[in-house]
């Protein structure tokens, strides 16, 4: 883990709101006005004035302070991870950015910006997701990405399906099927557990894999703003996106 100290100060408009509107995890969409691939974000717990994140390839993590109810934010030392990624510069974008943040702008609950002292945004960040009790995901999804990898739809569409009245998960790959147990901890934590597949030989068995593995590396989840239910792994990446898939 190397240091990056952020050091901040700033005057901004009130907001009484701002404590609660910033907790959570928020998508970096923008820095300095460029869109940037998707990735990045950064985590705020304000319970325990905790910040926490992906650069865009290293995690970062550190401290931060909100003075009063106007927006001014401080951040503390900040940690992250040194590995060499394949875009750098974005990291570097994301890092330096980070580095001048003043102040918090807000546009409404689902999105904010990080601003410098004259209320330039900085970083155009959305909300990453939304928690919801287990039982809101009870039901069928159908399989839309795993370890970042489209699922495709054949003569049978891959899914899975969350039975959380009986703590039980089945899914489909596209060939092989897949059951576990299901359980959830605090806020939007899950724990998927004994995961098991049927042993078919497919054509294809990179979907499989994904799928097996994505299930396997599951820790949180939440519902993004379109809808699609995304599982996390334990580090905060999403592992897995999925459509609802409705059966009237």
Known sequence: MAVVTLLTSCQVTRHAALPFVIEGE?????VNGSAINPGPYIGFNTRENRVYGNSGCNKIAGSF??????????????????MACPDMESEQRVLQA?????????SDNEHLALCNNDMKPLLQMERRFHTVPLSDIKGKWRIVTALGENISVADQV????????????????????????????????????NVAS????????TAEQNVLTALQQV?????????NLLLFS??????MELMRINED
Do not use: Y
Not at 26 to 30: D, F, S, Y
């Open 26 to 30: 928020w998508n970096i969409t923008e």
């Open 65 to 82: 302070n909100l003075k009063g109810k106007k927006g001014h934010i401080e951040f503390g030392p900040i940690l992250s991870t040194m």
């Open 158 to 193: 891959p899914f899975v399906n969350f039975d959380t009245d009986n703590s039980r998960l089945s899914a489909f790959a596209g060939c092989n099927r897949f059951s576990g147990g299901i359980k959830s901890g605090e806020k939007n934590t899950i724990v998927i557990s």
């Open 219 to 227: 820790g949180s989840f939440g519902i993004s703003q379109n809808g």
């Open 98 to 106: 980070l580095n001048s943040v003043e102040c918090v702008k807000i």
């Open 198 to 205: 049927t042993g078919m030989a497919c054509h294809d068995m």
């Open 234 to 239: 334990a580090g905060g990446n999403v592992v």
